[in-house]
């Protein structure tokens, strides 16, 4: 068509009327069939599981592609939170929230591979290639170096030259598993996460009130009057538990109290923060305790009762400058016989209830915390005066027998050389106001990973065995003394004393162990346990292999270079491995430490002769099993997908090596096999035990008919247990860890209960939902919310009550379910005189009140309350590790690691939307001193230790003060640990390059909270 | 095949006169509730945000805050603000606020929008970018009182939240409320919210917080994401949240008052022509003359 020029004007004209029509609003209809983005899961199937970072334990929702047709690959492509689950609520983090992209990551493995001795790459190689290369050198490390006989010529069955990390993430079916993989070969330098993370709880809880767990549960913090969030952050590291925080401060009108060295995110919903300085805590919880006494703000009748206030300590028991009595220099340790009870002719403690006599507990902790005034409190701590007093006034408040607080605290405590006294100045606290086993009372220890607590139950620690039971040591070379040493005797006349029942529990261990090979002849197949001289926690074995006496090792979920104290320790011991093996979803760290990435890891892979496997594993989705949660709740969760590529399930990789050694035993021999060939594996399909058969495992069955001694049957033989009361020492039931007795029963799996009805009291517990160890209890020691005639302390919150017969109530009573009130028997039914401690007798190994110690690395010269004993004096230092610490003078700044909420340890850096929100490695520091050094915010800054350093963004805040410590300003260095070589986010560095490879005294749980740095603007 | 919700209010560059198919508009106004007390700053809702919507930003950098990324972004439609303030009485607060689209009930953007149908109003009170429209003029920007669309570099269109108007739409809550850990984050209808946000209000005003207060301006007819405030009276240290947020007077103008003027303008012009046209007749062209002057050029 050919247009002149007025035709086109005109064309133009109307072109423009039409245009100017349409802005002013008058278009044809045609853009009107407007609608919302498609709804994209209509069809998708859902699958439930459980979040895989914190304790928390999350419910989520997975939908894959596909409704479950045969011919469609499910393919997890959304996630989101549970709205049916009682903690969560359908609620999840920034990591639950990014869960997909930890599912996806381009840094899952796909194919197991095989890195040469100074070879500087991965090759691709067969499972089973892979299998029967680390089974060859397993085997041949084990036939060269297995101890069967100790130098005395006692059977010890141990391996100690190849160790093992196990996976706190993993299911506690895959833990059951690593517990018979690694036991039956004799390898005692096994540990998994609670080594680095909450050891000290353990060991602060269990002398405390008889178990070493959280006391209460997440949703029951809603219960609390004041809430105090000391030594944790949990609006960073467990942000929907903290949920349960704010409950109470809006339905409770709760005081929220944060007491951190920096203003966290916590802090910014708290009523009152304090700061502290970092290593510290010890001094500001005796104050506490100090102004409780001082002040006459204890819970009387509960301290009279159910504490062993009144109870009297021998003579000989003494304090003195630091030192408690019974020191001995040379070895470094107390001999802690003087720590002990008065005891009378029948074995039994004497007391003195009226609290008079000079040597009760009672004045024996006035006088000890009698030093820690509010001004010592400031002088050490930092913390302002008018803040510290009104903590202790509002925390007192509780002691009014309606009123409870409760204690929120995770690895702010338990990083330290003192973390265990730190965790029992808290406990001591909670006792004299008795707070404990009252709902939203209680000491909530928050774990960290989501199955830490059951890998903690399940004993996946060097010389534990599964239900806190301890493995035998050398020193125990017979069945009957470790049971006569690990049966107390009560220490008051008619307590249930539960550990009475030692016997019962290990001999169905044993039974479960060994199935018919364990008989009453072979004392239950005790010999073929490995025995222990002393404990292989992971910074004695970290030593051993930076001094090249350990060949091979195994870290199945665990990145040790990022976890470990002292990276670059970490790496030289590595490299001096023969060989590694990392089972794990992600490239990780620990699996590249031999590639050279700058400086962030400056090595040679050429020099490194270590041989490195990397073996892909499944991660939570594509499972199904059972993780623990920090209230102990046992959840059953569910598969979405299948394992990406060749990735396989940790079991079958399990069930692969251990059956392919067991093979090469009986073809070839070799150092004794007997502990290897004995163990049971009887699953299905052995080379892929199913999760079903080793959680049913776990319960335990009856093995011959039981009977109640009027002869009823109580279970048939090949029954499950219906509860751990069923337990036998003759050898007619196996159970595989006797707290768990009762998770799936004749009546089914009760960890995949659904049932989230509310207890009907308003006070928050679901017991249909999950199952809860011991029992389904949901609040532990809760005895003890009731007084000693059985009337509730508060008539609100009325957990048990006795009916005429019987316990009954909300919740499962925490005691002898027919011993009635005003019996002599005592609340804390695990522990031997059945009373809250205060003194913790000897069960500590530096001392049974708490008294503060300056961290190794301590801003000041010396420790005001006694300048001759200024660090704890049963620390544990290696001459390699001591030489690696630094001064005040060379590193003046203190220095504190922490997590942040949009990260998970070292992991989420590999999702990419964790890494979207917290793209790079910073620090943070105070404006003071980032005047002083010249810094402003978004500089690169170089941070260094006596044992490296990093390099990272910093970040200048308000929120990070100079402190006061005896006279002398101190500032702090807050540092993040999420990020390093390896991962989504920009590439950074290890933060614990710059820590210290020392641990707390009892757990050896290493100190990552406190110690000193140098910071340089680069 | 299209799906459509007959329930648009609003509808860009529409003139009321031919309105948007809106007959199913018997639905409740739908809010989100943002209490700032109780906000931790843990960025679950940016996260959710961008899992559900296919999103997925630039790993970017930290550049010495807690914000990232630091600013809204085509990929990032909610993103948190912190801010150090340090009161009075020497108490440090740590001020965080989610921000991102506040579904203005009288929404700036689409008043500015030349585009029609790129930016429509449901009848729940969602403002929804239908980015097929949208021209990439940038007009919704500068027309946001609260600095919200952002233009994206890779398509040159318009994004925003969207009020997860795909989960609203099949009676679920939006993936940030749903997600958020402490529950700062609340959804349900405008009046519920408003109820809620009275009593937030109150507990703050017991907890010393004398000037607690709902943020939901009504320079702009009130929104549909407000804010609980601990400082109500003091917007402005919350990232600078704007006192009495307003659609500029230039787009009230052009988009408001101008137009009628404008419509009667240009029906006036269309009429005289054609008077012109019937009364005088077309000009008489010789239509060869322009040939012969094209051949001359």
Redesign the interface.
Known sequence: MEL???QFFKLCTVGV?GA????????P?V??????????LLRARETRNNCTYCSVGCGVLMYSLGDGAKNAKPRIF????D?DHPVSR?????K???L??FIHSEQRLQYPEYRAPGSDKWQRISWEEAIERIARLMKDDRDANFVEKNAAGLTVNRWLTTGMLCSSAASNETGALDWRFTRALGILGMDCQARLCHGPTVAALAPSFGRGAMTNNWVDIKNANVVLVMGGNP??AH??G??WA??A??RN?AKLIVVDPR?N?????A?L?APIRAGSDVTFLMGVVNYLIAHDRIQHEYVRAYTNASLLVRDDFSFDEGLFSGYDETKQQYDRSSWAYQLDENGHARRDPTLSHPRCVWNLLKQHVSRYTPEMVTRLCGTPKEDFLEICRLLGDTSAPDKTATFLYALGWTHHTSGVQIIRGAAMIQLLLGNIGMPGGGINALRGHSNIQGYTDLGLLSVRMPGYLNLPSERQPDLATYLAQSTPKALLPGQVNYWQNTEKFFVSLMKSVWGDKATKDNDWGFDWLPKWDVEYDVLRYLELMYEGKVNGYIAQGFNPIAAFPDKNKAVAALSRLKYLVVIDPLVTESSNFWQNHGEANDVNPAEIQTEVFRLPSSCFAEENGSIANSGRWLQWHWAGAAPPAEAWHDGKILGHLFLRLRELYEQEGGANPAPLLNMAWNYSDPEDPAPEEVAREANGYALADLYDPQGNLLAKKGELLRDFSLLRADGSTASFCWIFAGSWTEAGNQMARRDNASDGQGLGSTPGWAWCWPQNRRILYNRASVDPQGKPWDPKRKLIEWNGQRWSGIDVADFAATVAPGSEANPFIMLPEGLGRLFAAGALGDGPFPEHYEPIESPLEHNPLHPKVTFNPTTRLFDNDRKRMGSAAEFPYVATTYSI??MFRHWTKAS???????????VEIGEQLAAQKGI????TVKVTSMRGFIKA???????IATLEIDGKLVDTVGIPCHWGFEG???KGFLANTLTPAVGDANSQTPEYKAFLVNIEKV | MSMQSQDILKRSATSALTPPTQVRDHKAEVAKLIDVSICIGCKACQVACSEWNDLRDEVGQNVGVYDNPIDLSAKSWTVMRFDEVQQENGRLEWLIRKDGCMHCSDPGCLKACPSPGAIVQYANGIVDFQSEHCIGCGYCVAGCPFNVPRISQEDNKAYKCTLCSDRVAVGQEPACAKTCPTGAISFGSKADMQHLAGQRVEELHGRGYANAGLYDPQGVGGTHVMYVLHHADRPELYHNLPRDPRISSAIHGWKGWMKPVAAVAFFATLAGTLFHYVGVGPNQVDEHADDHEETKA
Do not use: M, W
């Open positions: 002149g020029r007025r009327a100017t029509a349409a802005t002013l609003g008058f278009a209809g853009a009107n069939a407007t609608q919302p983005r498609q709804y994209k959304h996630i989101e939170g709205p359908g609620s999840l983090c920034p639950g929230a990014g997909v992209d609006a960073e942000p929907v903290f949920k704010i409950e401060k809006i009108g203003f995110r916590s802090a910014a919903v009523d923060y909420t949009e990419r939307l964790n890494a979207i929100v917290q793209p790079e490695q910073f402003r915010a978004g500089d963004k910093a970040v200048v805040t308000k929120r989504t986010t920009r």
